[in-house]
Structures are given as C-alpha cells and as structure tokens.
C-alpha cells in the first residue's frame, strides 16, 4: 500500500489546557459545530461536518486530566520556553479530524487547518499532543507550518527517539508510522558518524515504507550507495533471535513490539526469501558502514515531494538571508541537476552566496557523480524549480522546510549568535 498516495487513516490530537477543568462546548460556539450531545459515559462530545472542509469530532472525558510530562521531555523542536509553558498543561479535549482518504502529506496539512481553526476559537490552549507520533506541538510550532500553503513536511508524520544505555549502547527509533498502517524502525548501537545523518536515513527510510517499497520482513534492501545493504527483521523475530550481545538494548514494552522492525545484516547466499532466524544480528552498515559522500536512496517521487516542500517554504529562507544578513550564517541549498545520461537528475548541495525569490548563486560543494559539466568549485545561477533541499545553519540548529520554528530561535537568540559567529569568524 502506498500511504503517501492515499492514507486512510484520520489523525488524532489532544488540544492541551492549564487549568484541571478544560473549556466547555460553548468555547467553541463560534464555529458553528453540527452537533453538541452528553457523552455516552459523561463528558460531551462535539462534532463539525465541515470544519474547513473535515469532519471533526471533540470528546471531552468525564475525567479530562492529563500527565504529559515524558512526552514533552522527549518531544523534538520544544524551545526551554515552550516546555515549560506546555508542561503546565493539567486537561485535555480528544480531537479525532478526518481530512478524508488522499495523499498524507496534503491531507495531513488540511487536519492541520483545522485544528488551527479550533486553536484560534479556544485561545486557551497551551499546546498540542499528536496522539499516533506521541510528539507534543508548540502553538508557534503549529503557527510555522499553517504559515505557508505547502504540504507538511515528512518529518511532522513521525518523531524520532534516541536512547543511550547505561552500558554504553544506543537504541534509536521512531513513533508515528505504525499509526499512519506503516510499521516504525529501530536502529541498533548507530556509530557516531551514522548518528550525525541518522535524520536522513530514517528520512529515506520512512519514505521507502510509506510508499510501499519497504516491508516489514525484508530480506534485503538497498538504502544508500555505497555499502547501503541492510534487512528488515520484524522487532519480535529480532527479540527472539538475536545473540545475546545485543539483547536487552531494545526496551520491548510500552508499544516497542508491535509494527516495528530492525534494521539488520541481511543475510548470505542466494535463498535470501529463506533466512534463518539465527541470523538475524543489527546492521553493520548502522553500526560502522558509514562513508563521506554517501547517497541515500529516494524514488523520484520521494523526491519531487522533498522538493515541492523545498520550493513552497523556499520564500521563508529568502525573508531569513535579508534578516539575518549581519551574521553570516552559512546557507545551503540542494539543486537537482540533469546526469550526463538525460535520463534523471542528481541532487547537489551548493554553498549559497545570494539569493532572491526566482533562485540563487551557489557554489558546487562536491564533485558531482554524473554531471560531467558540473566541478566541485563551480560557480552558477539556479533557478527556483531546480531546489530540492535548503538549510541556514545556526549555532542552535538549521532553519530548514522542516523546521520553520528556527526562525523564531534565531530571533530571540541575536546577541548570542552574533557573538558566536564573530568568535567563528575571528
């Protein structure tokens, strides 16, 4: 099944208030809702046929309260500001919006127009809690991504958590794709080096099980070139069989079993449909196959979805450069270039030296595979249609289409930044 061409399954949000009691229906009388009845158990229960055009149901539990307070620690994005102000949440509403079957990221941003919607009548609200991701959203948060018209970013459909055991080993994994009908992934004792690209792997990963390419008992898979070889080991047949030089690194309860797989050494021989359980071991390729100019694999439209959500947030970064000028962040954007053979592109980073809103200046960062007119060093003018990634990095991070919010850190944070990148510079 191909999520990212139709999804079929609504998302479900807990709309976050301070107070032990949250507000009643009437808060949100304004919009007009279809129905208001008793709950079946007490509470009440609030439905919109047509909220922004989705079906919205609110359910406010006889016993609303609510303790997010491991959720919010481990939640990406959060500022120190944000954390706390969410933290005091102590209610919630259960707010299930069904944008109808279609594409996940387009229908995804129409649940989100919604829930803006219902966020701007209550006004009360301290954050919001994505139920399947198991991420908690700022308001500013939700605010950045409702500013642009772009489909959401692949990253807001799932959260990544990394674990460092007390023994020295590390577990990373996903929240989110078993709820959208896909299956999460583990990662098991990453190097430091695929730690530093973990985002984009899992990226790439994500990608290959939502559009159906990747199962969740693969025997063998590219992910990357070169070295990218990897299986895919259901997380209870990786339980069961695994040595027991890597048992007890996965934590098996509280949802860590079901839809999720390890990423493993996939096996030898030629009956790779028939591998035995005893195996099953955690890649090699996470645990030290890690290369300089590694490419991680994407399908073309994997793709064209990166870079419709690169040219649509493309205007935030140029409002940023003219903003941000005085502190000489460096900016770095991805253009697809046609290979050599006409047949296809390849996606290279330029270091950016001025941009306006058609496209920019940009400097090859890497020799290029298959563009045979292209060198590291060059020098040249792309247009807008040719971007497919972008990031201004920051000392606290990289303003990215994925990560609007930086643009609000960088503003708070001026002096400090300034400061750090004069000592850089120095």
Known sequence: MNILKNCTVPPEYSVLFPDTVPPGPDAISGLKPTRVKPGEDGGW?????????????????????????????????????????????????????DPGDGPVLKT???????????????????????VGSIRVWSLEAIADELMTKAP????????????????????????????????DIDLINPSDEMLGC????????VFAI???????????????????????????????????????????EDGHTDNRAVVCEPGRGKRLWRLKESSIEPSRFVMKGFRENMVFALSKSSSDLLAERAQETYPVLVKAMKEFASLELPVLIKAGCPVDSGDGLEHIWFQVNSADINGFDGTCLNQPYEVSGLNEGDRGRYGLGQITEWQMQTPMGSLSPGNLGMIRTVQSNREEIERIMREFHE
């Open 45 to 97: 229960v609030v439905e919109f046929d047509s909220l922004k055009g989705c079906e919205v149901r609110i359910l406010c539990d006889p016993d609303p309260r609510v303790d997010l307070a491991g959720e919010i620690s481990i939640s990406p994005g959060l500022s120190d500001k944000e954390k706390e102000r969410v933290g005091r949440c102590q209610s919630r509403w259960h707010v299930l919006i």
């Open 210 to 252: 939502l559009e159906g390419a990747l199962g969740i008992d693969e025997p063998i898979f590219q992910i990357a070139v070169p070295r990218g070889m990897i299986r895919m080991a259901p997380a209870q047949e990786f339980d069961r069989a695994v040595s027991s030089r890597f048992a007890g690194i996965r934590d098996i």
């Open 108 to 130: 995804r941003k129409s649940a989100l127009i919604a829930l803006g919607q219902l966020l701007k009548a209550v006004q009360t609200s301290v954050g919001v809690y994505a």
């Open 198 to 205: 973990a985002h984009t792997f899992i990226q790439a990963l």
């Open 152 to 183: 959401v970013d692949i990253d807001s459909l799932y959260c990544i958590h990394a674990v460092s055991n007390p023994n020295g080993s590390r577990w990373v994994h996903t929240h989110g794709l078993g709820a959208l009908g896909g299956f």
